[in-house]
């Protein structure tokens, strides 16, 4: 039998989620979320970091990546400028700036509200993160973040070596100092996640998990619903498509366009539990380090071009045993408790792609996260809820149209018409 939804979300993940939550506050709107549950749900492979400016200047990834450029690439002088490119840390366009604080700033009401209205915890703990510097080169680029955000000034920190040691004792005596970013705390990803859904559950939204959406419904240009492997037909006014690294075939079934999205692998370790070390989070031209409310020791991670494989390999696994040690030496005595992979959603310049898309109508994108879902999610569903009621949107997001890049139509295998 079919089923009928004012809104269908594609993709139960945080910004699945956070989309079901901020619609589940409409009371006359009727909404369903689809999730298939695949390995490599990138929710689960996340810090939980909501590293606004940390993010926005490229320290948020985990594995920076001075250590593998090649001597020819390095600095020759004191004086030249920092040279960038993808494989390299750098500062993403103001737009994002705008997107991931607007997100940041709304995280201590949404933990209250989902805390006193639905008795979920997801966590938020303002730590600040700080960069943490061992050699001329991380100074470099520390000073190159600096130029580039005077607007921000407020918000960042120069510690030297004491303050550094006072701030975090067990930081290794190799370390310089820090750059730290004061507004830039943490949450539990997965307890996140669980929030919003269960927000969502309590206001009446309908989830509908293992389930797979195997086409997408026309009639004409508008896209009317789903078909489902197990659940049958969903008919719908409006389609999100929150897929995460999936997101590409459902964009493809409903719009002809297939958008530029693919899997980001990252590996992660978390350690067994230990008593408080550190104070704040840490990132480092190695690896990032933070340390959960329970004491556990998350340490990530890896940026892998590897399609759809979630398998934990022992050299990348190594390297981030490697930099955690380097920066907290205590860590060598700590017993891992678990490693594994999932897959960011990444797009071509590193922004998500929100919206509609030209030509289609009953369609939106909410999609494209790379590794700042979990940051950016707050602001993603109160957007996505404001495109689905035609309402003005608290910023604009022209620079996050999927429009912005080059895709030529496709022919669509599951472009289905109206059963």
Known sequence: MSKFYDVIIAGGGVIGASCAYQLSKRKDLKVAVIDAKRPGNATRASAGGLWAIGESVGL???????????????????????????????????????????SNALYPALHRELKDNHGMDFKFEKTGLKFVIYDDEDRLYAEHIVSCIPHLADQ???????????????????????????????????????????????????????????????????????????????????????????AADLSEWATGIRIPVKPVKGQILLTERMPKILNGCLTTSDCYVAQKDNGEILIGSTTEDKGFDVTTTYPEIAGLVQGAVRCLPELKDVNLKRTWAGLRPGSPDELPILGPMRGVEGYLNACGHFRTGILTSAITGVLLDKLVNDEPLPLDITPFLADRFEVAPVEAERMLEPA
């Open 60 to 102: 948020g990834c985990g594995v920076i990546f001075f250590r593998m450029m090649s001597a020819s690439r390095k600095r020759e002088t004191q004086g030249a400028a920092v040279a960038v490119d993808a494989s390299t840390p750098h500062i993403l366009p103001e737009s994002f700036f705008d997107f991931a604080l607007q």
């Open 156 to 246: 960042v920190r120069w510690l030297d070596q004491a303050e550094l040691r006072e701030s975090e004792p067990s930081v290794s005596h190799e370390a310089r100092g820090a750059l730290e970013f004061l507004c830039d705390h943490q949450v539990s990803p997965f307890r996140l996640a669980d929030a919003y859904a269960e927000g969502a559950r309590q206001n009446g939204v309908d989830f509908y998990v293992n389930t797979n959406v195997t086409g997408v419904l026309h009639h004409g240009s508008r896209v009317t619903g789903v078909q489902t492997a197990e659940q049958g037909v969903f008919h719908c006014k409006t389609l999100i498509n929150a897929s995460g690294a999936w």
